[in-house]
């Protein structure tokens, strides 16, 4: 991955906060990124199965244009 470099003429400010969440907020957090992580692998498993489906269909001769259409 390129290396951001800052234009001539622009400024950067970051800021860092420190979050104290009540363990009620700790339990929303994780189940919150539980949730991401579960979709983000049920997505990756769609994208695999389409091109596996996709490799697959090439074997058996079946022209481009009759694939199994890309995900967007």
């Known amino acids: 991955m390129a290396r951001f470099e ?3 003429g622009w400024t950067v400010q970051a800021y ?6 009540t363990p009620a ?8 990124a539980g949730g991401a992580r579960f ?4 997505m990756l498993a769609v994208v695999k199965a389409v091109i596996d489906q996709r490799a697959a269909e090439r074997s058996y ?3 481009e244009a009759e694939l199994t259409p890309l995900l967007n």
Do not use: K, T, Y
């Not at 907020?25 to 919150?32: C, E, L």
């Open 6 to 8: 800052v234009p001539a």
């Open 16 to 21: 860092r906060f420190a979050l104290d969440p």
């Open 25 to 32: 907020q700790v339990r929303a957090f994780r189940s919150h």
């Open 39 to 42: 979709a983000h692998n049920v």
């Open 61 to 63: 001769g079946i022209v």
